[in-house]
């Protein structure tokens, strides 16, 4: 399991070199991907969703959900530290955006209208992840 507290910075350079340009437009510069074209959307697989970036693990196939919204939505994090919240009020609407806490790599936003047991909707962009099979 990779250290969240080991921060990880690289130049754009570095990081145009390690993602696809989709990769790169959506986690380094907060992008978003058509809803139902990634490949996670509706990805159906145990195990553990990590950062396509620095490799975290950010969420569980066990709160993963499927919201209708078209991209990989989980009621909760891997863990409490591994991923931060940032008001983001960009395209004319207040919302709250959701990045990896080891390299700050936006994965996409945080709505209060999930499923118990916390009631929130993680929208994930499936260009921001990678996922580890469980077996």
Known sequence: MVDPSAKVER??????????PEQFQVAREGGTERAFTGIYWNHKGQGTYQCVCCGADLFSSDTKFDSGSGWPSFWDGAARDAITTHRDVTHGMVRTEI??????AHLGHVFEDGPTPTGLRYCVNSASLNFKDNN
Not at 11 to 20: A, C, H, N, Y
């Open 11 to 20: 130049s754009d350079e570095q990081w145009r070199e390690q993602l696809s």
């Open 99 to 104: 990045r990896c806490a080891r390299c700050d």
